[in-house]
């Protein structure tokens, strides 16, 4: 007779009693085999879930960058956006196109003049001028080549004591046997152009023919670190004195070769960028304090990032979460399968509305009155989403995809009054692409060099970033720049500023 399943019997019934003992065993062991695997297959689901979204991780749906996405197809969300966007490659319609800059003749070595001698139909013979001739220039470079000036200091003996005098530098000559254009040009580079000290070597000595030691080109590197000191700090506090800015950090390396970093700690390369002034720093930690030594315990402006607990500090007034970040969160969501997908489109579509909505503001065919008006009843649709999903039962341990996508709702819900600041304020941006780019040389400057050996390495990355980033915004030249520097260093003269130049 078949034995009843146990979990059915609230009492030991006859049947069961009646079974012979060795098929009692049989079943028990089988039931027992039987939950084992039933708990062993959730825990493999789970994990199975999990790494296919992993493997799914691309830069729409993760901080990956888009360098390492390859030749892959595109997602669903991306194909979807992107339906009704297809295109050629190449040039547009309407896209103005680019004609070949020409200089003015005040710039030009050599003028020829050429004319024609007869005409090309009848050969009749031509005279006169044309008073717009066709211009054809040819950009060439001049050899390179080192301009050495040498000082020569005699040392006389005296005839009456018989001591021996050298000759000093006169003030307006620098104890550094490289000029302040050279020092500049290896802080320039190092930099802006991420050139090891053996590729600036290689460099310095193929085009202008310079010997120079990689011990020498570090010399000039702290030099210049150390010249730049209280500009950067200036610049620091400038930004700090905006009524907005964009925040973010991203990973570091900064080894232990002076004792400052015993512990091996992982680095953070953090950056603050306004319009004019970008401010970069290493800290060897990405906690809170780190946010609020960088941006200020005092700041009363609006700061725009992501949603990193480390800013905490603010007041959600005070911020602007990134829309793009949200975005990689919610394709995230409508990449998992059941209720993950469900809530992650929502939200995907009501993340697309509103900036449809905002490109119109930008564009002047949306006043902002009636873009907060219809973004009000938006506001609610997407708050209400949020809530539903927040609500929905985890257990506190529980990892699975669903659980990510109801703990993810969770956090953007207790930030949710910073999703909207730009909606009311003017010129805040919804995204923080200002502060990412800006990290992007920095991040390519990390994967070649493998960061930095020691804290003074990780001052020079900070402070020529700094310098570069700031510069190019303002439209001024870097190597001029840094040559300024160096020469006011050296010869104990005002510094220039990275502020704005006032118009």
Request: aromatic letters at 8%; glycine letters at 6%.
């Amino acid at each position: 007779m078949k034995a009843k399943p146990l979990e059915e019997e609230n009492v030991i019934g006859k049947d069961w009693l009646e079974t012979p003992m060795s098929v009692q065993e049989i079943v028990m062991t089988l039931r027992a085999d039987n939950q084992e695997l039933r708990a062993e297959n959730g825990i493999l689901r789970q994990r199975l879930e999990l790494l296919e979204e992993q493997v799914k991780q691309n830069s729409q749906n993760s901080s990956q960058p888009p360098s390492k996405d390859g030749f892959g197809k595109k997602s669903a969300v991306e194909s979807l956006e992107n339906k009704e966007e297809k295109r050629k490659r190449g040039g547009q319609t309407g896209h103005k196109g680019h004609e070949r800059h020409l200089y003015e003749a005040s710039k030009c070595e050599e003028i020829h003049e050429h004319l024609p001698e007869i005409c090309k139909v009848c050969g009749s013979a031509l005279s006169g001028e044309d008073e717009a001739p066709y211009r054809h220039q040819i950009v060439e470079i001049p050899p390179l080549k080192m301009q050495i000036t040498e000082h020569r200091l005699h040392e006389l003996e005296c005839q009456h004591c018989r001591q021996k005098t050298r000759a000093k530098l006169p003030i307006n000559v620098s104890a550094s046997s490289y000029g302040e254009r050279l020092s500049a040009l290896v802080a320039w580079f190092s930099s802006d152009y991420r050139q090891s000290h053996g590729q600036l070597q290689q460099m310095l000595k193929r085009l202008f023919g310079i010997e120079i030691s990689r011990a020498s080109i570090s010399r000039l590197r702290t030099e210049m670190s150390d010249a730049l000191a209280s500009i950067v700090t200036e610049a620091h506090e400038y930004v700090q004195s905006q009524p907005q800015m964009h925040s973010d950090e991203t990973g570091f390396v900064q080894g232990n070769c002076d004792g400052n970093n015993p512990e091996k700690s992982k680095a953070w390369l953090w950056v603050l960028v306004t319009k004019y002034v970008s401010v970069f720093k290493v800290f060897l930690s990405r906690a809170k304090e780190s946010a609020q030594e960088m941006i200020g315990e005092t700041y009363a402006g609006i700061v725009i990032s992501d949603r990193y607990s480390g800013y905490t500090g603010l007041d959600v007034s005070q911020r602007q979460v990134c829309w793009a970040h949200l975005k990689r969160d919610f394709t995230a969501m409508s990449e998992r399968c059941g209720i993950s997908q469900k809530i992650g489109l929502a939200l995907l579509k009501r993340q697309r509305r509103l900036f449809h909505w905002w490109y119109r503001v930008r564009d002047g065919t949306l006043s902002r009155e009636q873009f907060q008006i219809m973004v009000n009843a938006l506001r609610q649709g997407f708050k209400t989403e949020l809530e539903s999903a927040a609500a929905l039962p985890i257990s506190r341990k529980e990892k699975s995809p669903l659980a990510k996508t109801v703990r993810t709702c969770q956090q953007i819900l207790k930030l949710e009054p910073s999703l909207w600041t730009f909606v009311f304020i003017n010129d805040i941006e919804p995204t923080n692409n200002a502060a990412e780019q800006a990290l992007r040389p920095a991040v390519i400057w990390r994967r070649t060099s493998f960061g930095s050996q020691s804290a003074s390495g990780s001052q020079f990355v900070a402070r020529l970033l700094s310098v570069v980033v700031s510069l190019k915004a303002q439209g001024r030249d870097v190597w001029d720049f840094l040559t300024l520097v160096s020469r006011s260093a050296r010869f104990d003269l005002p510094l220039p500023s990275l502020l704005p130049l006032s118009p």
